[in-house]
């Protein structure tokens, strides 16, 4: 795998990049050797933020971890990633798609059936006309780190979401 390391905030030093690629190295069974990974660090305040992405046959397979150290955050990274990795085999098995990056090794090696995703509740709500803002405001009430409401400007049914560093998000349909 070849590896491209940038820093934001922080000096990238030999026992970082010996840490990134030791536990990121652990993927390397999974890929061919010319994948390529995408790492970005970056210190803000106490926040220790490593992100990942690596770029496969039209898809991209991404996290994002933060903690106070960033050792901490790279073991992090690295089993999250474990994961997806796992549940995008499942997906492209089901759908007989070629393997693209991955190791033909591991898209032979049969893996235990998929955690079937359940719907364990549904919820029936009234949707007002609002404007983002207000909708902000109704969210924070209740709470949540999403809402769900009817644009008051588009008359089109809009996401507001919470955001890391108490900003919001605003998710619009496009047609």
């Not at 207000?134 to 089109?156: P, R, S, Y």
């Amino acid at each position: 795998m070849r590896y491209t390391i940038s820093g934001k905030n922080i000096d990238i030093t030999d026992g970082l990049r010996d840490a990134i690629t030791e536990k990121l190295g652990k993927l390397e069974r999974y890929f061919t050797p010319d994948t390529e990974v995408i790492v970005t660090l970056s210190v803000e305040k106490e926040r220790q933020k490593i992100e990942v992405t690596i770029p496969v046959k039209g898809n991209i397979i991404r996290s994002e971890q933060v903690s106070s150290d960033m050792y901490v955050s790279i073991d992090l990274v690295e089993e999250v990633i474990e994961r997806q990795l796992r549940k995008y085999k499942n997906k492209i098995i089901e759908k007989h798609k070629e393997g693209g990056n991955f190791q033909p090794e591991f898209m032979e090696k049969v893996e235990e059936e998929p955690e079937e995703i359940k719907i364990i509740r549904t919820k029936h709500f009234g949707i007002k006309p609002m404007y983002p803002e207000d909708a902000c405001v109704q969210m924070e009430l209740l709470g949540h780190n999403f809402f769900v409401f009817c644009n008051a400007e588009t008359d089109e049914v809009n996401v507001v979401y919470k955001r890391k560093g108490n900003t919001y998000g605003l998710i619009e349909p496009e047609f």
